[in-house]
Every structure is written in C-alpha cells, then in structure tokens.
C-alpha cells in the first residue's frame, strides 16, 4: 500500500524562480494538506485542499499557490523564490474523518 | 489561537533509560493531541494520538496521557533504544472540524546512545 509519494526530493532553483512540487495522497484519502518546515523548526500549514478548492490557508503570502486534481493528487507553486524558501515542504493527505494526517517524505528545496 | 510548546533539546539518553519529553498546548475547545516522530532524511511518523481528555495515546512502547487540567501531553517510554533516537513533535489539531489542521510544537530531538 503506498503512502504518501512527492517529487522530486530534492531541488535547487535560484532566487526568483518559479517551482512547483508534486504531491499524491495515500489511496483512500482526499485531503490534501502542505506544511513548510524550516531547518530546526516544527513544520508550518500552508493550504489544504479537497474537492478540488483551497479550504484553509495559513500565513503565507500569494506567492504560495496550489491545486488538487480529481485524481486528488496536488502542487505546490511558489513564485518568486526568496531565500528564505529554503526548507522541507511536506504534504500530507487524510480524510474529513480523520484527524491523524498520513505525511510523506518531503521535497527539500534550496533557494541560492 | 492555537499553539503547542515543547521543551528544547537535545534529550541526550543512554539506552534503557526512561524517557520523558514535554508538551503543554493552548487551544479553544477539545482539541486532538498527537505526536508526531521524524527519522533523519524523512517525513512525519504518527507516534500517537489521543481525541478527548483522560485519553492515553500508545505505540511502541511509547505513552502520552491527555491532561486538560494542566492541558499537557508528555511524551513517556519505560525504556529507550538506540533506534529511537529522532526528532518528536508534539502536535493539535481544533475539533470539531472537517478539515482539521495540525499545529506543531518546534520539536525535540532524542540522542541514545549505547
């Protein structure tokens, strides 16, 4: 049963660019949920999607985007990459009845 | 809103020695109570969890009772292991709600050594 899958796992772009990170849920489940980590910290919420919409947002400024497909897999876009992007980005999937997240192995992304 | 703080680390331990690492949170309402652990290089493992107070989350051998009184979460094991060294997280999530979000202490990494 595979869980949680993101890519790529590594990836470096320069500050400016544009990224996008891939996400697919574990089978069964049709929350999609992304968190920033900074090194040393506990990770942050960026968005949470289902059903195809954006239903909560954290503190993150627009250059933070995303989207669900009906396959329920998701990206992450980030435009106008600043340094202090550098970080793990970690999705996360589940369901509406479930409050424990299934997380998977993260994209580190290193802005220069 | 909604916050958890956990004690700073390292925790540094000798195999077989009990381990405690602490949790308290702030929250409206009952939230859930989770602990979340992180091997180096990879994601978040769900530990525990515990969904109303007096609830005792358990795994592996590892033990976390909901103390809304105190509203704590500490994070027990009897007896560690070299394999168990990591980051842990404490973590909430408000409820009642259907599309929950998970708030995170900043972690506290374990050391065991031999």
């Known amino acids: 049963d595979a869980g949680v899958t993101q890519s790529p796992t590594h990836l470096i772009k320069t500050r400016g660019q544009q990224v996008t990170l891939r996400c697919s849920p574990k089978?069964?489940?049709?929350?999609v949920s992304w968190y920033q980590q900074a090194l040393g910290q506990g990770p942050q919420f960026i968005f949470q999607y289902y059903e195809e919409e954006e239903r909560q947002r954290g503190n993150f400024p627009d250059r933070f985007s995303g989207h669900q497909f009906p396959n329920y897999s998701s990206e992450l876009n980030v435009n106008a990459l600043l340094l202090g992007d550098s970080a793990l980005y970690l999705c996360?999937?589940?369901?509406?009845?479930?409050?424990?997240?299934?997380f998977g192995s993260g994209t580190r992304l290193t802005v220069v | 809103g909604n916050s958890v703080t956990q004690m700073e680390g390292p925790v540094t331990l000798s195999e077989e020695a009990f381990l405690t690492i602490n949790c308290t949170y702030t929250?409206?309402?009952?939230?859930?109570l989770f602990w979340y652990v992180q091997y180096p290089g990879e994601g978040l493992q769900l530990l525990l969890k515990a969904t109303k107070a007096d609830d005792k989350g358990s795994n592996k051998g590892f033990e976390a009772t909901y103390r809304k009184e105190t509203t704590s979460f500490h994070l027990e094991k009897g007896s560690v292991q070299v394999s168990d060294s990591a980051v842990y997280f404490c973590?909430?999530?408000?409820?009642?709600?259907?599309?929950?979000?998970?708030?995170f202490g900043k972690g506290t990494m374990l050391l065991v050594s031999p």
């Open positions: 929250a409206t309402g009952y939230p859930s």
């Open positions: 089978s069964g489940h049709d929350t």
């Open positions: 996360a999937s589940g369901t509406r009845e479930d409050y424990g997240y299934t």
């Open positions: 973590a909430l999530t408000p409820k009642p709600s259907g599309y929950s979000t998970l708030t």
